[in-house]
């Protein structure tokens, strides 16, 4: 079977450079492609996007009521809780919308289409990137930048410039770690073909344990969202940094700022993964 | 006679097809199993908070919480199965081959269904179940009685789950296509089953409305079945008859919608 990544792993440091350009040239290609397919059924995707909208309007209405019950949950108020819902949903909805199609690795690869992908002259983890990409998906975003707005005006927190930076860094950074776990999944999948639904666990299931505060959950839990898969980099960690809260776990004050860095760690982590994952592809041959 | 036994060889290949992927189980019952936890732990902060909020106990939420993920897969409850299977066919037009075919469309696909439920069941419902059993005080019952009863809500919920999917998926005949569609189905599904949070929970007009949905009948009346709170003969009685009749209107109303739509749709394709 062809192997494109081989070839790059004795290439000068330029051409990476050249290479990693290309494949988001190529990445911006295929989205504005699905991006016209999907405006040629306006209407239909004016529905999928409200649908997606709804849908996470009804996830965000359990807490609420949750909360008509409650004054607040793990010590946390609505607002607070808002916030970490807000950012945590917004990291999870960009990763969906940019990367959101490598749950379907194992399926192409059980159904011979990864080979198409391997002849086309694109780094592949462009090409599966775009695959598909579901612009409905800004729908989610919205939601939830709409819940973080409403967070960032309701709790009490003083917002100097510096920590609207840290909040924004925060986001992106998430989005970068949630990004990095459905490339990590997307390379598993290479040996584990019918286990896709694993990475929601991390993915989707991480989302949903970041909506809560983590003073809910044991400390088992928030250790291994921690050390293991660092998903407390995402909002957990500086969040609680924004509100003045003692992080559970009593980690150095530092950790809340370093989510940038375990973005980058995870996204090297990932790449390699992804790497690896692609060597060991066999075709199905059909 | 006859008939009896081919629906029943289809659910049997049902759950056969179901039971192929090993790998597939496995990687549904972990994620079953971590939503259970994350779960888990927010009901318990909730439960902390407000003891007995909806009439339950604290093992009695986590019960909720358990069942309603080792029920998720079995009761399709945020989608899958037959419905995008059917919708495709519908797209291509090859459910013109299957209404050919000298057996009942409705019937076939509750058959094929029935077998993925039973499934899905065994295979992705009992291993949460156990370990949200191992890690949590769960107030399970120890009769047997009390678990055919459950038995026999899950099998009756499923039927509704299945009538209500079914409606969903002939809106195909119409639209073609069936993403929109799906999605709301599911989105319906998972807030009105109580899988994202106990009916009984919701507030006021609101909650009383919601607890009367079909939806209600394809998780909350089950687990609602297994805590006990549908106690003798007459409770049960309620329990099953909410369920049988959500599941008679709907399975009607999907032989309806069956009818008109193939009196009056031309069939896609060719």
């Not at chain 1, 003073?215 to 921690?226: D, P, Q, S, Y």
Request: aromatic share 12%.
């Amino acid at each position: 079977m062809a192997r494109p990544c081989s070839e790059s792993s004795v290439l000068p440091a330029e051409t990476y450079g050249a290479r990693a350009w290309s494949g988001l040239r190529a990445y911006g290609h295929i989205v504005a492609m699905w991006v016209r397919s999907t405006m040629a059924y306006r209407t239909s995707f004016l529905m999928l996007a409200a649908g997606a909208f709804a849908g996470s309007v009804l996830d965000f209405v359990a807490i609420l009521i949750m909360f008509s019950h409650v004054r607040v949950l793990g010590g946390f108020s609505l607002p607070e809780v808002a916030l970490l819902y807000g950012t945590s949903s917004t990291s999870l909805g960009l990763a969906d919308l940019l990367l959101g199609s490598f749950d379907r690795i194992g399926a192409r690869v059980r159904d011979g289409t990864m080979d198409t992908m391997l002849v086309r002259p694109v780094p592949v983890l462009a090409q599966v990137a775009a695959d598909k990409f579901a612009l409905r998906r800004l729908g989610r975003i919205a939601q939830s930048v709409l819940v973080l707005g409403w967070g960032v005006y309701a709790a009490h927190v003083d917002w100097s410039p510096g920590r609207q930076a840290l909040l924004a860094v925060t986001v992106l950074a998430g989005g970068a770690i949630f990004g990095s776990l459905f490339v990590l999944g997307g390379a598993f999948q290479f040996w584990a073909q019918d286990a896709a639904e694993v990475q929601n666990s991390f993915t989707y299931g991480g989302g949903t344990l970041l909506e809560y505060p983590p003073t809910v959950f044991a400390k088992e839990l928030v250790r291994g969202a921690t050390f293991v898969v660092p998903l407390a980099f995402v909002n957990w960690l500086p969040v609680l940094r924004l509100l003045g809260r003692d992080d559970p776990l009593g980690l150095p004050g530092w950790v809340d700022f370093a989510g940038p860095a375990v973005a980058v760690l995870c996204c090297a982590l990932a790449g390699l993964a992804w790497r690896a994952g692609l060597r060991a592809y066999r075709s199905t041959g059909s | 006679m006859r008939a009896w036994r081919l629906y029943l060889s289809v659910a049997a290949s049902g759950f056969r097809r179901y039971a192929t992927y090993r790998v597939a189980t496995a990687a549904g019952v972990f994620t079953n199993t971590v939503f259970g936890f994350i779960l888990a732990f927010t009901f318990l902060a909730l439960w902390t908070e407000r003891p007995h909020l909806g009439g339950y106990d604290r093992a009695q939420a986590l019960t909720f919480v358990w069942t309603g993920q080792a029920l998720l897969a079995a009761a399709a409850l945020i989608g899958g199965g037959f419905q995008e299977e059917l919708q495709e066919r519908i797209r291509t037009g090859d459910v013109a081959v299957d209404l050919y075919r000298p057996f009942d469309l409705q019937l076939w696909w509750l058959a094929a269904d029935l077998g993925r439920a039973a499934f899905h069941l065994l295979g992705r419902g009992l291993a949460p179940l156990a370990v949200g059993a191992l890690f949590f005080p769960l107030a399970l019952p120890l009769s047997p009685l009390a678990w055919l009863a459950f038995l026999g809500s899950v099998a009756l919920g499923t039927v509704t789950g299945f009538a209500l999917r079914y409606l969903f998926a002939l809106t195909a005949f119409w639209l073609l296509d069936g993403t929109g569609v799906s999605m709301l189905s599911t989105l319906l599904s998972m807030f009105f089953s109580g899988m994202l949070l106990p009916l009984n929970v919701f507030p006021g007009e609101f909650g009383a409305l919601v607890r009367e949905l079909p939806w209600a009948a394809t998780m909350q009346v089950p687990a609602d079945v297994l805590l006990g709170r549908y106690a003798g003969a007459g409770g049960l009685l309620r329990a099953f008859g909410f369920q049988t009749a959500w599941a008679l209107v709907l399975l009607g109303a999907g032989r309806l919608l069956q009818a008109a739509a193939t009196r009056k749709v031309v069939v896609q394709g060719g």
